[in-house]
């Protein structure tokens, strides 16, 4: 099956990416020209239903998809500009102006990629006055950049990468030349774009369960406690039942308020909405809370030992929780709040293995600490941040830092004053290799 993808720039850019494209097979480009870059939210709206992945002739244009949130950064991709990129564009002014040039105005490229290429060329007589930026800019920021300057006298020619850039200066009589990519760096993405998109399109097809268990509370009269709790899972099964047919799914009771329900990835990031609300659904139609666990797996054996490890995680909390466990055995905790957290089941390795047999924490602790920190911006953490992230008393948060400082882990690096009159707290930052 061919890997459509969507191709957005201008007219001759897009004549040339599909001129390297001729080498490869299994690849459908379908293109979409435009002459502002407004039109871009247009074209993804209509057509992104039939693209696997877009490919965007430069940075301007991605970026600006991207900041308006038209595609997210897995969608899609451009070729990136090199400092040969640059000097075919000087050779090229060179030769039409016929002469040897001196001083240029340069838009978009990174001043450290032009500094290597002008010194491993020796061209150090050439003065550059530069322009980089990251991600996307509007036009008359550009033209301005390059007028004033021409106009000051300061540079001869201009060299943009944005053909709008290119029209507006020549318009106003302002030599100008445009830098394109290499056939080679389109080569690059037109591959990394095939390769992900074969790699979505086997993500989308994994087995996906999702689990979903009812937490029950304590009751003392054991007659009401079932024959009530009969009547809303009763409820709860015809709920699950609905949402599995959404999802082209299948359900199955494995007893008492536990319920799988088989699908794919697929569907479920189709039906995203449904599921990111199913813990406050279940709770308005059944009043019941509920836990649920999210496995994934290339066979169903895998996806259902992935829900177990999810669920063996939510069954540590209290309150109504989505873990989710991927292929990869990446760890999602997702709360009431819709706060998420992920970390990894990581292998630290023989040696770190070996010494946390004797510790009183596990590699599995420390990996979900290191993720909070991160979700959390900490670079130094404390006993009370561990209180709050962990659900426990600052005491035992004291206790597993002491033992990530003992195993190595983490380091003290200073204190901070309790706010009241007992005595400062440590505070503890993650060793390099840890960061």
């Known amino acids: 099956m061919n890997v459509k993808i969507g191709v957005v720039g201008p007219d001759d850019s897009i004549q040339r990416i599909n001129h390297v494209a001729t080498h490869f097979k299994n690849i459908e480009l379908l293109n979409f020209p435009y002459k502002q ?9 209509n057509n992104r239903h039939n693209i696997d992945q877009w490919f965007f002739s430069g940075q301007s244009p991605f970026y600006y998809a991207l900041e308006h949130e038209m595609i997210s950064e897995k969608e899609g991709s451009f070729p990136p500009l090199h400092g040969s990129s640059f000097f075919g564009a000087l050779l090229e002014a060179q030769m039409k102006e016929n002469t040897i040039l001196k001083t240029i105005s340069l838009d978009t490229i990174s001043r450290e990629e032009i500094e290597n290429a002008v010194q491993f060329h020796a061209f150090e007589q050439l003065s550059i006055s530069s322009y980089p930026y990251e991600g996307y800019r509007n036009a008359d ?16 020619v201009a060299i943009t990468c944005i053909q709008t850039v290119q029209s507006r ?4 009589g302002i030599p100008c030349y445009r830098v394109v990519p290499t056939n080679l760096s389109i080569r690059m993405i037109l591959q990394f774009l095939l390769e992900r998109a074969h790699s ?8 996906a369960i999702v689990g979903i268990e009812v937490i029950y509370s304590t009751h003392k009269d054991e ?16 709920y699950l039942l609905d949402i599995a047919q959404q999802m082209n799914g299948s359900m199955v009771q494995l007893g008492d308020g536990l319920f799988f329900v088989y699908t794919t990835r697929g569907e479920l990031d189709l039906h995203e909405k449904v599921f990111s609300t199913l813990i406050q659904e279940v709770k308005a139609h059944t009043n019941l809370d509920i836990r649920v666990g999210l496995g994934f797996g290339v066979t169903v054996l895998e996806a259902e030992h992935h829900v177990r490890l999810a669920f063996q995680h ?13 292929e990869d055995k990446k760890i999602t905790e997702t709360l009431n709040s819709n706060e998420s ?5 990581q292998d630290w390795g023989q040696d770190w293995e070996e010494k946390f047999k004797e510790a009183s924490i596990s590699t599995k602790m420390v990996s979900k600490i290191m993720s909070l920190s991160r979700h959390y911006d900490k670079e130094s953490i404390t006993s009370q941040d561990l209180s709050r992230w962990l659900n426990g008393t600052e005491r035992n948060g004291r206790r597993i830092l002491n033992e990530m400082e003992r195993l190595g882990v983490v380091r003290i690096c200073g204190e901070e004053q309790s706010g009241g009159r007992g ?13």
């Not at 920021?141 to 001869?156: I, M, N």
């Not at 939510?314 to 991927?326: L, N, Y």
Request: charged content about 35%; hydrophobic content about 40%; overall charge positive.
């Open 37 to 45: 870059v407004s039109e871009i939210e247009g074209i993804i709206k």
């Open 141 to 156: 920021e550009l033209v301005d950049f390059h007028r004033s300057l021409y106009e000051k006298g300061e540079v001869e």
């Open 169 to 172: 200066l020549l318009d106003l």
């Open 200 to 207: 979505r399109k086997y993500r989308k097809s994994q087995i």
């Open 223 to 238: 007659s009401l406690f079932s024959f009530k709790m009969k009547h809303q899972e009763l409820d709860l099964k015809r």
């Open 314 to 326: 939510a069954r540590k909390h209290d309150s109504s929780i989505v873990v989710s466990v991927s």
């Open 341 to 345: 957290i992920t970390f990894s089941l």
């Open 423 to 435: 005595r400062p707290r440590k505070l503890y930052r993650f060793e390099a290799a840890f960061q």
